[in-house]
């Protein structure tokens, strides 16, 4: 899997075309959010299987 922080760069990159920073900030921004959030749910969910 690739970190989301590489994800985010590699996002900004391919959209730094449009000349929008703030609406690819944001956008990268929710992407990383969205990545934290399902890591943080399968780890609490491989830790509840496990019990």
Known sequence: MIAPLQ???FVLIV???TGNIMK???FA???LTLLQKTYILR???NE????
């Open 15 to 17: 959209l730094g075309g």
């Open 29 to 31: 921004r929710k992407w």
């Open 48 to 51: 509840v299987g496990k019990t």
């Open 43 to 45: 780890v609490v969910y």
């Open 7 to 9: 994800l985010c760069l």
């Open 24 to 26: 690819e900030m944001n």
